[in-house]
């Protein structure tokens, strides 16, 4: 790994375009890169860097079902296995935080007047005064202590753990590599330790350390020697689905899923799939249906990188579904579409955390003896910054509804929509 090179230029911000889609890293015994998401602003310096890439970890791991990691000389042809990111870091950040490998005690016994006393011990070995009543009273005792034995296997066991931490995701923290482990068990016997030692300890603190040795030592046993591995995903638009609907959502969305059916001639009638909208934001007892779009257009301005037509007519679908069996009156349902965008480098000259590029609509929907369209037949386009929501779409204040809300009222400041050509 080459300890020179900054964060910065571990960092690649993807474009969408030309397979240049994943999200997370890849890395190797020589070096690593950092895949951030389109639109995202990247910091200037490496302890931002720090914070962002974490961020990026966390946002991952809280949407992807699993961890994984490629094997193969080029990437190509890969196979599978459990990368445990979360051990790797765990590892890495306990022994920054202690400043020390784990250092295993062991138990000496002394004669004294105060400690941890051991009972049996102190029974056999010290002479008890009788009281009247038959009592007996130690005026010395059996005490445990403990002694440090940095030669013993989880010592040994942890520096090794820690020096393939480092080696793989410790450039994260700081520019240097701790020393080579010495002599240590084997990996599938330091398995077989540490399962011993997370059933006989009730350390809350080793069981964690432990349980990340361990999950690190099973991904070493199943991995081939000098492979590649990427912790990430290469569909991040079901991760930035997933982050607008836990920032803007209601939980129960299902009551307004446009349910289909089929009615046979022959046999029992069959309910179909419904239709499923990202997410519907309520606020202030107004409806918003929202459908996050992870599209390039805030980034190229190209048209050609809006939503399509399909999208279009599925959203006023749901608008009219919402309307018409939920009973929401045309001033209070609202309908966009959510893109990523950079607030700080963008071709609309937006610098606000959410900005409206404009909206869609359905020709067939135009009626020329009503040309007011419902609110919710024209689909307002909204860019939200990337890194603004992968902040902040855990416990969304109302602020931030509010924002969105305005954002996407702008329909109601329009002028009429012109008839089709």
């Not at 720090?50 to 490629?70: P, Q």
């Not at 579409?337 to 869609?360: C, H, Q, T």
């Amino acid at each position: 790994m080459d300890l020179t090179k900054n964060l910065r230029q571990r960092c690649h911000v993807n474009t969408n375009e030309d397979g240049d889609s994943f999200v997370g890293v890849k890395a190797d015994s020589d070096d690593a890169v950092i895949y951030f998401p389109l639109g995202y602003q990247l910091p200037e310096n490496d302890d931002d860097s720090r914070i962002d890439i974490n961020n990026l970890f966390g946002v991952l791991a809280a949407f992807m079902k699993e961890d994984k990691v490629i094997e193969s000389p080029k990437f190509e042809a890969p196979r599978t296995v459990d990368f445990p990111i979360h051990a790797y870091l765990t590892i890495i950040r306990g022994f920054l935080r202690a400043g020390r490998y784990y250092i295993e005690t062991d138990p000496q016994y002394k004669t004294d007047t105060k400690g941890r006393t051991s009972w049996p011990k102190t029974v056999k070995e010290q002479r008890a005064l009788v009281q009247k009543n038959g009592s007996l009273i130690f005026t010395n005792m059996t005490v445990r202590s403990s002694t440090p034995n940095a030669n013993k296997e989880i010592t040994q066991i942890h520096k090794y753990c820690v020096y393939e931490a480092f080696e793989k995701l410790g450039w994260l923290y700081v520019p240097f590599m701790p020393e080579k482990p010495g002599m240590h068990p084997g990996v599938k016997e330091s398995i077989y330790i540490l399962t011993k030692k997370i059933g006989s300890t009730n350390n809350d603190n080793e069981q964690e350390l432990f349980t990340a040795m361990r999950a690190m030592l099973e991904y070493i046993d199943q991995k081939s020697s000098d492979t590649q591995y990427f912790f990430g995903t290469d569909h991040f638009e079901t991760v930035w689905e997933k982050m607008i609907d836990k920032a803007f959502g209601i939980e129960d969305k299902t009551q307004y899923f446009p349910k289909t059916r089929w009615l046979l001639d022959y046999g029992h009638d069959k309910e179909k799939t419904p239709l499923f909208p990202d997410s519907i934001m309520i606020y202030k007892d107004k409806y918003y249906v929202l459908d996050a779009k992870c599209y390039r257009y805030g980034w190229t301005g190209n048209p050609d990188h809006l939503p399509n037509g399909t999208d279009i007519n599925k959203q006023i679908t749901y608008g009219e579904y919402i309307e018409r069996v939920k009973g929401i009156p045309n001033a209070n349902l609202f309908n966009c579409f959510i893109m990523p965008y950079n607030k700080a480098d963008n071709l609309f000259r937006l610098n606000s955390n959410v900005g409206n590029i404009g909206e869609a609509i359905g020709d067939w929907r135009y009626d020329a003896s009503n040309p007011k369209m419902k609110n919710f037949e024209r689909i307002q386009g909204i860019v939200m910054d990337t890194r603004y929501l992968m902040y902040n779409y855990i416990g969304t204040p109302e602020q931030q509804k509010k924002e969105l809300a305005e954002c996407i009222e702008k329909v109601l400041s329009r002028g009429l929509v012109s008839p089709p050509k």
